[in-house]
Nanobody, 124 residues
Framework: QVQLVESGGGSVQAGGSLRLSCAAS????????MGWFRQAPRKERDFVAA????????YYADSVKGRFTISRDNAKNTVYLQMNTLKPEDSAVYYC?????????????????WGQGTQVTVSS
């Protein structure tokens, strides 16, 4: 089992930036993909971005392309989400997730390790 701990959330004005971190521990060798999802009140949990531990391939939701960047530090077992040009609609609880199969998916149900979430609030 992989344990995930997110940090870096907070409140920012529209146009601002935040960087989220996700520190992984435990059976990290069993994790092929790390992803970020977000969930706003009364909405479903949506895919934001993902990265492969082995190939460094990255994937993004259309809504964040060009504004968000996912990256990893293998030595620290940490994944980052740099969020720039934030918009009020980016406000949500952001979750880090891991997946133990090497095939990319945006389906949150396929991810089998989750962090506790970190709140991001963007004011207009």
């Amino acid at each position: 089992q992989v344990q995930l701990v997110e940090s870096g959330g907070g409140s920012v004005q529209a146009g601002g930036s935040l960087r989220l971190s996700c520190a992984a521990s435990g059976r990290t060798f069993s994790s092929y993909f790390m992803g970020w999802f977000r969930q706003a009140p009364r909405k479903e949990r949506d895919f934001v971005a993902a990265i492969s531990w082995t190939t460094n391939s990255t994937y993004y939701a259309d809504s964040v392309k060009g504004r968000f960047t996912i990256s990893r530090d293998n030595a620290k077992n940490t994944v980052y989400l740099q969020m720039n040009t934030l918009k009020p609609e980016d406000s949500a609880v952001y979750y880090c997730a891991s997946k133990s199969s090497p095939i990319f998916t945006r389906n949150s149900e396929i991810y089998n390790g989750w962090g506790q979430g970190t709140q991001v609030t963007v004011s207009s």
